[in-house]
C-alpha cells in the first residue's frame, strides 16, 4: 500500500473538484482500486504503488491545464482520465506534459507548433516586437500567430487582441453583398474567426468580443489609431499596399507585438499596385526588434498534398520566369544584329 499527496494550492478547487463534485466523481470512478481523499486543498491518493503512480501523474496533469486556462471541460477531463491504457509517448499526454504547448482550446485541442519554423516563429515573437512571418499557404502562419496572441492574453501579457486582414477581394463589389458593413466584411475574416474558436471556449470568445478585448476588423480601420497594449496580427499583409502597411506598422503602441503573416505568390492586388509586403521585407531587414521568418513547403500542415500542389506551381513560376528571360534575351540578341547590319 502506497500513499500520496497531491497539493491544490496553485488553482481554484472548484474548477479540479466541479458543482457537487462532479469533475471529483469522474476522477474517482476512473480509479476504483485506489482509495481517493479531499481535505481542503489536499487530495490523498492510497492504493497499490503503480495505480497511485499513474493517477498521480494524471491529476498532476489536470492541475497543470486549469493552472494555464483556469478551469477544465468535462470532456478535457475525461480524455485526460481515459487515456490510462496508452502508451508513454501518447498524443494528448506528451502534448499536456510539454512546454510547447501554445494554448489548451475546448474539447481537448492541443494548439503547438509543429514544424520547425513553426517552432522558429514562437521561439522569435518571444524576442521581438515585430516579426514578418511569410509563407505558402497552408504553412500554419495565421494559425501559429493566432496562437501566441491568445497565450499572451491568457496569461495577462497583454490586455486585448486585433487580427485585421485588408478586404481587397471585395473591392468595388462590397456595397451587392447582402447585410450591413459587418456582414459584408465578415467572410473575409473567417479565417481569424476559425482559428479563434480552436483556441477559446465559444462563450469566453462571445464575452471578449462584446467587450472588444478580441477585435477582428479591416486593415482600413486601423488608420488614426495608436494600438498599445495588444497582440496585433496583420494577415494577408502580401493584399496590402505600401501605404496601408507603412500605416499599420506605425500604428504600434507601447507594450505591443505585431506579426505580419502573408504569402507573396498570391498577391491579390491589381498590377498598377505593389505588394507593400514585398517592400517592408526589403528595407526592414537588419532593424533590432524586427525578426523576419520564412516557412517553406516544409511546414504545410494541411492534407498532404498541399505541399506538392506548392512545389508544382513554384516549378511553374520558375519556368515561366526563365521562359521570359530567354525571350528578353534573344530580343536583345535580334536588337543587337539589327543595329549591326545597318
Known amino acids: 500500500m502506497t500513499e500520496t499527496k497531491i497539493s491544490l494550492e496553485s488553482i481554484n478547487p472548484i474548477e479540479f473538484f466541479g458543482v457537487n463534485n462532479g469533475k471529483f466523481d469522474i476522477i474517482k470512478r476512473n480509479f476504483p ?25 494524471r491529476l498532476e496533469l489536470i492541475i497543470r491545464y486549469i493552472e494555464k486556462n483556469g478551469s477544465i471541460s468535462v470532456d478535457y ?46 521561439e522569435t515573437a518571444d524576442k521581438n516586437d515585430v516579426i514578418f512571418a511569410v509563407g505558402p499557404a497552408g504553412t500554419g502562419k495565421t494559425y501559429t500567430a493566432v496562437a501566441l496572441a491568445v497565450r499572451a492574453l491568457k496569461n495577462k501579457l497583454v490586455k486585448k487582441i486585433i487580427l485585421t486582414r485588408p478586404a481587397v477581394e471585395a473591392g468595388e463589389s462590397l456595397g451587392f453583398l447582402p447585410g ?25 470568445l462571445v464575452y471578449y468580443m462584446q467587450n472588444r478585448v478580441i477585435e477582428i476588423a479591416p486593415l482600413a480601420y486601423m488608420r488614426g489609431r ?29 507594450n505591443a507585438k505585431a506579426i505580419i503573416t502573408g504569402d507573396i505568390s498570391q498577391v491579390d492586388l491589381p498590377k498598377n499596385q505593389r505588394s507593400g509586403l514585398i517592400t517592408a521585407s526589403r528595407i526592414l531587414k537588419n532593424i ?15 492534407h498532404r498534398l498541399v505541399k506538392y500542389i506548392i512545389r508544382a506551381y513554384d516549378k511553374e513560376q520558375a519556368r515561366e520566369e526563365q521562359y521570359q528571360e530567354e525571350k528578353k534575351q534573344q530580343r536583345m540578341k535580334e536588337k543587337e544584329e539589327r543595329e549591326n547590319k545597318q
Open 288 to 302: 533590432e526588434g524586427i525578426a523576419h521568418i520564412q516557412l517553406d513547403e516544409s511546414d504545410v500542415v494541411r
Open 226 to 254: 495608436t494600438l498599445d497594449n495588444s497582440y496585433i496580427i496583420l494577415d494577408e499583409a502580401q493584399n496590402a499596399t505600401d501605404l496601408q502597411l507603412k500605416m499599420f506598422l506605425t500604428r504600434i503602441g507601447p
Open 77 to 122: 477531463l475525461n480524455r485526460i482520465l481515459e487515456d490510462l491504457e496508452g502508451e508513454e509517448d501518447s498524443g494528448i499526454i506528451q502534448a499536456l506534459a510539454s512546454n510547447d504547448v501554445l494554448v489548451y482550446g475546448p474539447n481537448g485541442k492541443v494548439v503547438k507548433a509543429k514544424t520547425a519554423n513553426q517552432k522558429l516563429l514562437v
Open 180 to 204: 450591413d458593413l459587418k456582414e459584408k466584411i465578415d467572410p473575409y475574416l473567417r479565417p481569424l474567426y476559425d482559428a479563434l474558436d480552436d483556441m477559446i471556449p465559444a462563450d469566453k
Open 33 to 57: 482500486l485506489l482509495k481517493i481523499l479531499s481535505r481542503g486543498t489536499v487530495v490523498k491518493l492510497a492504493g497499490e504503488p503503480e495505480q497511485v503512480t499513474v493517477a498521480k501523474e
